[in-house]
């Protein structure tokens, strides 16, 4: 008896041990050296498969483990995994490992938060939810895995993959497997891969897989092209789709289009007090510019823009006349509202999808999918085409600017759907002058008056202070002028509307110390007011070609007014630089006992190989050692 006991109890510590106790899993020390140089962070894994059921539905299963290296990157532990009617979460789990591979912390499912996607948002309508994570451990580095399931009825969606998304981030394995079954009309684009798909027969059904080995962490470049467009990416689509029993194919871009005005059919109608009120607006307007004027001066002070995505509202807009009823609407819906008070006083105007922000991936035009985040408004004007970003009280009448302008978009117009480009802004348009007198004195202080305009592109530099207070905007006027030692006396800004529009700023301000003495000598800035600083740090063996995805001018003048006593001992020799970069001039003019110095810069636009970077440099190190020359001046008998 004794012996069985013995036995017993003996098991039931090996069973312990052996179901007890998991196996180590991600220890760091499995990671190659080669792949924590430059790592902040290494993804272990994140594998997923996406088997599609028919033109309805998909459904996914993902794996992911991210080892945190360091702090710099502990934010990148997390998951926040979206669900609404057309997505529904099946399992969930998720773990945390130390550095040896031991498992420390099983995340319970009330550890997860659950939240409506507009929590804490004052502009959104939403019935959309997130499930969000962030995991913490007490020392670097650890690991963060998770897995889980997700049925999903919007086959608009195919997934993407790009397995390369931030830098200082290596990837020991990731994958992206999509099983289609037969009767689909499955394709896929490919761009920066190291290793080709692999197409297998599974179960009857065709089986695609990417999978991306042993990446090294990136550094990021100045100037370089979004990370998307030199790391391996992967489109993918079926031909045809369906959302919230609207069904459409990807044929084309006019078949997108087409279905997106299908979306929208019937919701442009307006009350006949409404269609009244907007006619008896533009009454007296001579031209269709000035009628799409009214319209949008009207649309800006009586709507506002308010994130709506119920149902199937992240393409399909509200109705016209309950924007009008309401007075606020997502960008879908002011569009199409705008739309309709543009029909309604008889102007012709497109419903527009874009991919908005300044730092926008470039539109694929050669594989038609969802590829859009806005909606925007187009009014053909002969040559004159007038855009209206429809979200915003503030924006100038047809200004785009880094937000919509110069990109591809796309026109929706029935059977004549089509990509045309936005506006684009030249380094004629995208100007900065600066004129200033600086009136010096003996002890190197000045009186300074100075008249800037900014236009075009740089315009957005400034536009914010025409909303702020003068509190604020005096505090922003310190932080911008380069210069110590300054008190602003008085200042005024003024804003020029059209479709180019320009700020203007005059300044008073009396500057201590510009200039400095030594002896009897004088030593003043010839440019204190616009210096350029921006010289990037040289790059051993730069990876990426140069993108300047916008081009500038500066043009600069400003006069010294010598204080008495005072002559000139010398000035700077002019400067005069052209290539491939941009131009670079200045010259200096003495006359009745003044100083002239002007100055122009001009920044091209454009993609340049990479080899010629070093040349880059060397082109802002001169402009910038120019700007920090002086003239002297010095002290008479």
């Known amino acids: ?146 897995e889980y399931e997700i049925e999903i009825k919007a086959t608009l969606f195919y997934p993407d993959w790009q397995p390369v998304k931030n830098y200082y981030q290596s990837v020991v394995f990731d994958m992206l497997s999509i099983q289609v079954p037969p009767g689909i009309d499955f394709s896929y684009k490919e761009s920066n891969l190291t290793t080709p798909v692999v197409i297998e027969e599974v179960d009857g059904a065709k089986k695609y897989t990417w999978k991306l080995n042993d990446f090294q962490a990136l550094e990021p470049e100045p100037y370089s092209p979004d990370i998307s467009e030199f790391t391996p990416f992967v489109y993918t689509r079926a031909k045809e789709f369906v959302m919230d029993d609207y069904p459409g194919t990807l044929d084309s871009w006019a078949t997108l289009g087409q279905w997106v005005e299908t979306l929208n059919r019937g919701r442009d109608e307006l009350s006949p007090e409404t269609i009244a009120k907007l006619n008896e607006l533009v009454a007296g307007c001579a031209t269709t510019e000035e009628k799409v004027a009214k319209i949008y001066s009207y649309l800006q002070s009586n709507t506002r823009y308010v994130s709506i995505q119920l149902g199937i509202g992240g393409w399909q807009a509200i109705p016209a006349n309950e924007v009008d009823e309401k007075g606020y609407g997502d960008c879908k819906a002011l569009s199409n509202y705008m739309k309709a008070m543009l029909q309604a006083v008889g102007v012709d105007s497109k419903y527009v999808l874009i991919s908005a922000g300044s730092s926008a991936r470039s539109l694929d035009v050669e594989f038609p999918k969802s590829q859009f985040n806005h909606a925007i408004v187009m009014v053909p004007n002969e040559n004159d085409t007038i855009w209206l970003e429809c979200t915003s009280q503030r924006n100038p009448l047809g200004y785009q600017g880094r937000f919509t302008g110069a990109r591809k978009a796309l026109v929706v117009d029935g ?138 001018t500066e043009e600069d003048e400003y006069t010294y007014v010598l204080p008495e006593g005072f002559e000139i001992e010398s000035i700077p020799e002019n400067i005069n630089i052209e290539n491939q970069f941009g131009t670079f001039s200045t010259a200096t003019k003495v006359e009745d006992g003044k100083i002239t110095y002007s100055r122009k810069l001009v920044l091209f636009e454009g993609t340049f190989q990479k080899e010629t970077y070093p040349d880059l440099i060397d082109f802002y190190k001169n402009i910038s050692k120019s700007d920090k020359n002086s003239f002297v001046l010095k002290q008479g008998a």
């Open 1 to 146: 008896m004794k012996v069985n006991c013995l036995t017993a109890l003996l098991l039931v510590v090996f069973s312990l041990n052996v179901f007890g106790k998991e196996e180590k899993k991600y220890p760091v020390s499995d990671i190659p050296e080669i792949l924590k140089e430059d790592a902040n962070s290494v993804i272990r894994v994140d594998e997923k498969l996406y088997t599609v059921v028919d033109n309805e539905q998909l459904n996914l299963t993902r794996k992911f483990a991210i080892t945190v290296l360091n702090s710099r990157a502990e934010d990148l532990a997390s998951f926040g995994i979206y669900y609404d009617k057309f997505m529904k979460i099946g399992k969930l789990n998720a773990r945390i490992y130390d550095a040896e591979g031991n498992l420390v912390d099983k995340v319970k499912s009330s550890d997860i938060m659950d939240l409506n996607i507009a929590a804490g948002q004052s502009a959104a309508i939403d019935d959309s939810r997130i499930k969000t994570y962030t995991a913490r451990h007490n020392s670097f580095p650890f690991t963060f895995e998770f």
């Open 415 to 552: 059977e004549k759907t089509r990509l045309v480009e936005t506006t684009h802004y030249s380094a004629e348009q995208n100007v900065v002058k600066n004129v200033g007198e600086f009136k010096l004195l003996a002890d190197g202080s000045a009186t300074v008056s100075t008249q800037s305009s900014f236009g075009g592109l740089d315009y957005d530099d400034i536009r914010s202070m025409y909303f702020e207070g003068a509190e604020e905007q005096e505090k922003f006027l310190y932080d911008w002028i380069d210069l110590n030692g300054v008190k602003i006396d008085n200042y005024s800004l003024q804003r020029v509307e059209g479709r180019i529009p320009q700020s203007e700023l005059q300044l008073n301000m009396q500057v201590r110390n510009y200039g400095t003495s030594m002896n009897d000598r004088m030593f003043v800035p010839v440019n204190g007011f616009n210096r350029w600083t921006n010289v990037p740090k040289r790059i051993r063996d730069r990876k990426t070609d140069i993108v300047k995805r916008y081009s500038f």
